[in-house]
């Protein structure tokens, strides 16, 4: 079997230990389409400290700052052993930003047969449709629209509609408090890869403007209209939203 690692994620799912408030975290990769059923379902659940798998890339300057055991630009490598974990709580919820690695996930739980959407809930964006549920005091994933096909998915590999509309960003605790049961995932990608991704990729929708302008043109929460110049700024926005997922899946220790 040949795997190519990709992005590392940090992933959370409620643990059976009353007193542990971490969740843990599993290494995504590129499938070479085979069954990762057999290694979600089959594979044991066991009550050992967390480990990780982490392949690492090159660490960027900012990276350097942050302790080995706990970065905010890096998953925790102290969680659980180095095999992929079983019992994953449906749905499975993907709060990492765009242009790191949502296509490889969306790729990796459909080919294990999980129903997956990518931005896309039928006719809609799933932010929107997330967004309209949350504004009108209804579950982020339980929209009346006819037209949002969101209700009962198996795995949402990527909820927003682009920097327009971070809805994980600015609404992390109405959709972790929605699900709290759900399997929620954190990618992670090298900062300076992930800034030059977003200067290199340009919508059909939007040509004249590249993904970082877009994100320095929006009013997102921790990344207000203007700032998102370097990946500096880039860095500590993604530092700051790491750190706001870990204090809010401690609310909700399974």
Request: hydrophobic residues 35%; proline residues 6%; aromatic residues 8%.
């Amino acid at each position: 079997m040949v795997i190519v690692t990709s992005h590392a994620v940090e992933t959370t799912a409620p643990l059976r230990r009353q007193q542990r408030r971490s969740r843990f975290l599993f290494l995504l990769t590129i499938p070479i389409c085979f069954s990762i059923l057999s290694l979600l379902k089959q594979a044991p659940l066991d009550d050992s400290p967390d480990s990780t798998v982490i392949v690492p890339e090159k660490k960027d300057d900012a990276e350097h700052s942050e302790s080995d055991s706990e970065s905010c630009l890096r998953p925790r490598s102290n969680n659980r052993d180095a095999v992929v974990k079983s019992s994953l709580k449906l749905p499975i919820i993907n709060l990492g930003m765009p242009k790191m690695g949502s296509t490889s996930l969306q790729s990796y739980l459909e080919c294990g047969g999980y129903e997956s959407v990518h931005w896309l809930c039928g006719g809609r964006y799933c932010g929107d449709c997330i967004e309209e549920a949350i504004q009108a005091g209804l579950p982020p994933f339980s929209s009346q629209d006819p037209k949002c096909k969101i209700n009962n998915i198996d795995s949402y590999t990527q909820i927003d509609r682009g920097p327009e509309n971070l809805v994980q960003v600015n609404y992390l605790h109405e959709i972790m408090a929605g699900v709290p049961s759900a399997t929620f995932v954190l990618t992670f990608r090298n900062m300076t890869n992930w800034y030059m991704s977003m200067n290199n990729w340009q919508s059909i929708h939007s040509s004249e403007i590249n993904m970082r302008q877009r994100f320095e043109r929006a009013d997102i929460t921790g990344l207000p209209t203007g700032v998102g110049r370097n990946v500096s700024e880039f860095s500590h926005f993604y530092c700051e939203y790491v750190k706001r997922v870990r204090e809010e899946v401690a609310k909700y220790p399974g």
